[in-house]
C-alpha cells in the first residue's frame, strides 16, 4: 500500500509499504481522511521532543488525526465491527499501570502514540491497524472531513470545559489555529462571550468569518474583565499574559506548547486566587465530541482549507499552502486521491 514515510529532518516521500494485518486485539482500517497538524510538522522538521528524547525515530508514519472504515479484525474482536466507519484515539495506554486502572491511559507512562511514537505508525497511508479498544464508531451525521476532525476537537473540548464558563462569562482565547478556534467554538456552543487574539491580521479575519467578531492582537487586547483565559498558542510569553489578564478568582488552561521554556510567575497564581490547568491528549473527549458534531452543536467544517493527496504531503508538511486553501487553518489528506 502507499503510505507517507518522514525518512530524516525535513525528508520524506510516499512509500510502497507492508499492507497491515490485523492481530489479535486489533483492527485494520481503510483511512478515509487524515488531517496534517503541528506534531506532524515538529517531527517533519525534527524539532519535536520525542524525537531527542528517544520515543520517536526515523523512518516514520506520521498522522494521528483520521477517520476511516473497519476492512478486517484479528483474533478476539467482534467481526461486527467489519464495515463501520470509525475514528480511533492517539493514546494507546497499556492497560496496566495504575494511570490506566485510574482511566488515564492517555499519560501512561508506556504508552504509545499513534503516528507519533515509534511503534504504531500513523494514519497518513491507505490503511492502519489499531486496537479495537481505541476506536469510535461514527454516526452518519458525521461525515469525514468532520471525522478527522474528532482528534482536535477532543482537545479542544477538554480546554473548553476545563475553563468551566458559561452563560454571562467572558473568555479570552490566545492563539486562532486549530485549537484555539476549535475550543472557541465549544465556548460559543455553551453560552460564553468569546475573544480571540492572535498575531496576525489573516488569522483574526478568518476568525471573524466564523462568527467571532471579538478578534484582535495583542496590542489592541481590549481592558476587560476575562473569567477565564486559554492559552492556544506557542508563543513563549502568553502563558504569563494569561496569568495576567485573567479575573481574580479565574481559570487559566494551558493546551498550546511553546518551541522553548515558558515562565509563570506563582506569586501571582497564588495571590489572584487562579486556578490552571494543563490539556494533554484529546482521549477523554473523544465521544463528546462526536456526539457535539453529530448533533450540530459545533461545525468545525470551514477549519479545513483543503483536501488533497499522499503526494501533497511533503510540501504541506513544508509550509506550502493548497490552492485555494485560503486561511482555513487545517488541511485534509485524503489518501485515494492521486496527483
Known amino acids: 500500500m502507499r503510505a507517507f514515510v518522514l525518512t530524516g529532518p525535513e525528508q520524506g516521500a510516499v512509500q510502497e509499504v507492508p499492507v497491515p494485518s490485523a492481530v489479535a486485539g486489533e483492527a485494520v482500517v481503510d483511512v478515509e481522511r487524515a488531517g496534517v497538524c503541528g506534531t506532524d510538522v515538529e517531527l517533519f522538521t525534527g524539532e519535536m521532543a520525542y524525537l531527542h528524547e528517544g520515543h520517536s525515530s526515523y523512518p516514520l508514519r506520521i498522522g494521528h488525526e483520521w477517520c476511516g472504515t473497519v476492512s478486517a479484525v484479528g483474533e478476539g474482536v467482534d467481526p461486527g465491527w467489519v464495515g463501520k466507519r470509525v475514528m480511533g484515539d492517539t493514546m494507546l495506554g497499556d492497560g496496566t499501570c495504575r494511570r490506566c486502572e485510574r482511566g488515564r491511559q492517555h499519560v501512561c507512562e508506556r504508552r504509545q502514540e499513534v503516528g507519533i511514537r515509534d511503534g504504531r505508525p500513523g494514519a497518513l497511508a491507505e490503511k492502519l491497524a489499531v486496537p479495537v479498544s481505541s476506536l469510535h464508531v461514527l454516526p452518519d451525521s458525521v461525515d469525514p472531513v468532520l471525522g478527522a476532525l474528532v482528534e482536535p476537537g477532543g482537545n479542544a473540548l477538554r480546554a473548553a470545559r476545563a475553563a468551566a464558563v458559561g452563560e454571562g462569562d467572558r473568555v479570552l482565547v490566545m492563539g486562532p489555529g486549530t485549537i484555539g478556534l476549535l475550543t472557541a467554538m465549544f465556548l460559543r456552543a455553551g453560552g460564553a462571550e468569546v475573544h480571540l487574539m492572535g498575531a496576525t491580521e489573516g488569522s483574526l479575519e478568518f476568525a471573524r468569518s466564523l462568527g467571532f467578531g471579538h478578534a484582535c492582537t495583542q496590542d489592541s487586547l481590549p481592558g476587560l474583565p476575562f473569567d477565564a483565559v486559554v492559552d492556544a498558542s506557542n508563543a513563549e510569553h502568553l502563558p504569563a499574559l494569561a496569568v495576567d489578564v485573567v479575573e481574580p478568582g ?27 490547568v494543563g490539556v494533554l491528549s484529546a482521549s477523554p473527549g473523544l465521544g463528546a465530541t462526536i456526539e457535539a458534531y453529530a448533533s450540530g452543536a459545533v461545525d468545525p467544517r470551514p477549519l479545513v482549507g483543503a483536501t488533497v493527496g499522499l503526494d501533497a504531503v511533503g510540501a504541506v508538511l513544508a509550509g506550502q499552502r493548497p490552492e485555494g486553501a485560503g486561511s482555513a487553518p487545517k488541511i485534509h489528506i485524503d489518501p485515494s486521491l492521486r496527483q
Do not use: M, Q
Open 250 to 276: 479565574g481559570r487559566v488552561v494551558y493546551i498550546g506548547l511553546s518551541g522553548g521554556p515558558s515562565r509563570v510567575d506563582t506569586r501571582s497564581l497564588v495571590l489572584k486566587d487562579i486556578t490552571a
